[in-house]
């Protein structure tokens, strides 16, 4: 037996649990995790390992997420968990996504109150690990947030299947999708899928607000025709839509290479805007 909740998105496959939550659909054996190091199989079910296990809380400002022109000036208390379905070699919380650090359990109701004990809180963002796989944590917690007039934020690789995404967007009011580049290649190399994301924004802008956040590489996708690309598809969902372009700092494992310069972001901030309305440099 084990004190873990029960996941869903997943069904029984001789012995092993399939995951259906993210586009991986890890094939997971008895007694191990899956890729994200959330899910669990114990004795051929599926459980949601990291449920309520939080690494940090954090009272920050809604643009640090960043949020723009989602309650801008506001507060908002900030959770993170760990693990994440991504491999980047650019992490900047890699001691949280790539490992299990020291946790504290926070059921939905304590995490509710401390929300909405906190004088001038907008809500809880769900943020600094990947938090759609814990999604089951996210589907007990949101509604009542809701229930107590919290906001309810997710910043995320929107690395996620769509019918659990369906199920969760009811309840979330924003969202900043990290879209990390705008080639397969990269998403390969990085252990995601650039059309499951390229989906879910389109899905999410549908739903909730959202804006985008691409983190410029030198090197790796910071060529202009691939921002033209970019900023040309988000313009075709909404030319609204707010794009965040951010410097990159040597981190993780990719630490051969130097900081973006800061003319790199202004030339291909001057492209975005060619195409959308709202355009923003970051980490400068």
Request: glycine share 8%; with cysteine.
């Amino acid at each position: 037996m084990t004190d873990m909740p029960g996941a869903r998105f997943y069904e029984k496959e001789n012995g092993c649990a399939r995951c259906n939550l993210c586009p991986h659909r890890c094939l997971i054996k008895d007694g191990q995790s899956g890729l994200c190091g959330a899910r669990r199989n114990i004795g051929g079910a599926l459980f949601a390992e990291s449920y309520g296990m939080a690494t940090s809380l954090a009272l920050d400002p809604i643009e640090k997420k960043p949020l723009y022109h989602f309650n801008p000036g506001r507060q908002i208390l900030s959770m993170g968990g760990y693990g994440c379905n991504m491999r980047c070699d650019f992490c900047q919380n890699s001691s949280i996504s790539q490992a299990k650090p020291k946790t504290e359990f926070i059921s939905p109701k304590r995490l509710t109150e401390t929300a909405a004990s906190v004088p001038g809180n907008l809500g809880l963002a769900f943020t600094y690990n990947e938090p759609l796989i814990g999604a089951e944590y996210l589907l007990d917690a949101a509604p009542l947030l809701r229930e107590r007039n919290m906001k309810v934020v997710l910043v995320s690789n929107g690395m996620i299947c769509r019918e659990p995404l369906i199920r969760l967007l009811p309840f979330i009011d924003a969202i900043n999708v990290d879209v990390k580049a705008f080639t397969h290649s990269f998403y390969e190399r990085m252990g995601g899928d650039l059309e499951t994301v390229k989906q879910n924004v389109a899905l999410c802008a549908e739903s909730c607000h959202i804006e985008v956040t691409t983190l410029i590489i030198p090197g790796e996708n910071d060529g202009d025709g691939e921002t033209e690309a970019l900023s040309r598809w988000l313009a075709a969902i909404s030319r609204e839509i707010p794009l965040h372009l951010t410097r990159f700092f040597p981190k993780h494992r990719m630490r051969d290479r130097p900081p973006t310069p800061i003319e790199t972001l202004k030339r291909l901030a001057k492209i975005a805007c060619r195409e959308l309305a709202h355009v923003y440099m970051g980490n400068i």
